[in-house]
């Protein structure tokens, strides 16, 4: 049977249609221009231009607590959806990718100048007043408790002699994402904690990004015989990327890199389901220090000849609400994920980047990455030289032959010779 990489786009269409993945009216969303159609884009930005669309695709072969799933993702960088779909296969000859979620809500600061002469003022103010506070946020927010949401905890803490004082609320935002609904209940409680807080100039009321609250563990297993290269045993593969793992814990300079890799296919899907790409990496760098450099941890099981990685990260997502609602591209992406709530939807981004990782590493400790990323180079040179599909083999071939020359020009004289030579 043919594979789904080795199909034309029109043939990859047809295929899912066919499974029921999409349906007829899906069609013109991914095929017809513009995806985005003019008047929902101008209502969602200031001072629409136009759209920058970067193209969407399916990583393959994902089994993600026993379900299996071609996962969206959107991105410019060629290799980052083979990538992860490459080790998604191995992982899923083991068994497939295990998450669990912790989605207990998102923290915003009610900020204010000077303290107050005592720090208890502020602390017995929150206490006697809690049941008026938590009406506040409900009343500024009504829906959020039907969609299981809502105001979970409300903390006073005091910035020690720096001239500061907080209240932090944790907010549940339900399968929202939840900027707006946080945003909007932290004013209304501010605005009604600084008309009764005597000496306390309110200086803003703010989500943080740091969402320690909000967090998805997948873990993996790959065999030993599945990451065996042609020239290099499953065993030293596996073994060379653990070292390559714990490499990163202990260089800035590599992490910085081995975290790229990660966020490659984390970015990609958040992306293709209209979260928020800034808030994810904000909230994912912000989990890091100099004792933890990275999110992900692999080791070996020699007893089962098996690698063993694991991912730990905040992924603060939502799965209905803001762009997920407006996008029709984001809207199909969910439904290609079979429609998820935001917590399945955090177990599958975070696998992806777990797969990202791991097929990272095994590249770099191989053959290195290059090899790869040229074949894609090369394909993308000659697609942009106006090579048409049968055309591109030879062309890419021609390139390869010369990897030191390849550029556009190359590409486009290696097409021309090739249509002489078939005239
Ligand atoms: C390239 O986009 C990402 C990598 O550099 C990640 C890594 O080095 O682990 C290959």
Redesign the pocket.
Known sequence: MTKFYELSTAERLAQLRDEGAIDDDDLPVLTDEPALPTGVAANMVENQIGNFPVPLGLADHFVIDGEALRVPMAVE?P??IA?AGNAAHRIARAGGFRTSVHRDGITAQIVFTGIPEDFEVLQTFVHEREAEIRKVAHDAHPSLQTYGGGLRNISVSVVCGKGFSEIDLLIDPGDAMGANVVNTIAEAVAKYCVKRLDGLDLLMAILSNDTQNQRARAQARIDFDSLATRDMDGSEVARRIVA?ARF?EISPL?AA??N???M?GINAVVLATGNDTRNINAAAYADLNDQRRTWTKWSVDEQCRQLVGSIDIPLPLGSVGGAMSTLPMAKLSLKLLHRPDASRLMGIVASVGLA??CS??R??VTRG?QEG?MNLQFKSLAMSAGARPEELAPVVSGLRADPAHASLETAANLLTQLRNALK
């Open positions: 960088e290799s980052v990538a390559a990163a590599r890199t081995h790229k890799g990660i490659n990202s990782n990272a590493m590249a770099l990455i990323h």
